[in-house]
């Protein structure tokens, strides 16, 4: 027997943006539900982002389902949807000669390469260098102080990453080697998450989670023609782009000058203020027939912590049951609006 479901204050209309201050309802007593059949527990979906695969992170969703009454029995599966994109690759070859005899070699570690940029760039003061080299005059023109303050920082900002070039350079070519893998085999990387969703139950709840990148590879997969084919329930975003990718005409399936139906299926986008990743979808695709939610969430963590930081945060885990009972368990959604 399925037990009942009491009205959650947290509630709020889907397509209405709602906010949750740090901290806030981490407190709420949550009386068990029954999400879906209660023989066949349901399946989350896991499409990681750029960056390094981090078997920790999918540890980390199963610690954080297995809180919430209602998704404790779930499973994950985690899609490797850019097995082969390109790892472990150094600039130096491509970099001047000076930098191929560096001593100690560089760590391709995006939050070392940004600490000690920083680092330099603090040590740089660009008021200070402008008071020593005389200007800005005591009562200059707007525009020339402007002017004569951009020419500091950005010659405070390029000497810093002169002197960490091979860090930053290969922090990035560790971001952006999936983007390059995506943009150049998408349909690939799509067909292996559609064989995924379709490896398990279509007789239980499917919850496809994304973040990051794995976001824009969820809703382009969920727009595709084929999406029909395998069961999603519900589609969670954290730390998304796919918004901007939309303003962009980046989306494979979908653009603004473009035709083209939407995710068919509730979606949750979860962002943090301090994600200079994450972005809002509601306004961005308004009127294209979709049911889109934006809740915010708020880490506290700096940048680029915070964009990891959806992982370890039960409100996100909270939002999802949420949302799912505010579907219709056992009725198959999937995709652009097919059922299965």
Not at 100 to 113: F, G, V, Y
Request: aromatic letters at 6%; charged letters at 20%; a negative charge.
């Amino acid at each position: 027997m399925k037990a009942s479901v009491p009205p959650l204050s947290a509630r709020s209309p889907a397509g209405r943006r709602g906010r949750l201050k740090p901290g806030a309802a981490e407190e709420t007593a949550m009386d068990p539900v029954t999400v879906g059949p209660a023989e066949k527990p349901g399946t989350l979906v896991y499409l990681p982002g750029t960056g390094r695969t981090n078997p920790q992170l999918a540890d980390r969703i199963r610690e954080q389902l297995a809180a919430v009454p209602g998704l404790s029995d779930y499973s994950v599966l985690t899609v490797d949807w850019a097995a082969d994109a390109a790892e472990d690759v150094s600039s130096v070859p491509a970099l001047p000669p000076r930098y191929a005899a560096e001593d100690p070699p560089a760590q391709a570690d995006a939050s070392l390469a940004l600490a000690l940029f920083g680092m330099q760039v603090g040590a740089g003061d660009p008021l200070r260098r402008a008071t020593v080299a005389g200007a800005p005059p005591a009562a200059p023109e707007a525009a020339l102080l402007g002017h004569t303050l951009q020419d500091l920082v950005l010659d405070v900002l390029t000497d810093a990453a002169v002197r960490h070039r091979i860090r930053l350079t290969d922090a990035a070519g560790e971001f952006f080697s999936k983007i390059a893998f995506y943009l150049r085999r998408g349909e690939t990387a799509r067909a292996v998450t559609a064989e995924a969703l379709g490896s398990v139950s279509q007789d239980a709840p499917v919850v496809l989670f994304a973040h990051s990148l794995g976001s824009v590879a969820a809703v382009d997969l969920l727009c595709a023609p084929e999406s029909g084919r395998f069961r999603t329930d519900l589609l969670v975003t954290v730390g998304s782009p796919a918004p901007w990718f939309f303003l962009l005409d980046a989306l494979a399936y979908l653009g603004p000058r473009r035709g083209g139906d939407g995710p068919g299926i509730p979606w949750l986008n979860i962002w943090d203020e301090r994600d200079l990743l994450a972005f809002c979808a509601e306004q961005v695709f308004a009127g294209r027939g979709m049911t889109v939610t934006d809740r915010e969430v708020g880490s506290g963590q700096p940048f680029p912590e915070s964009h990891n930081a959806y992982f370890s945060d039960p409100r996100v885990y909270r939002l999802i049951r949420e949302h799912l009972e505010q579907g219709q368990p056992g009725q198959p959604r999937s995709g652009n609006g097919t059922g299965v």
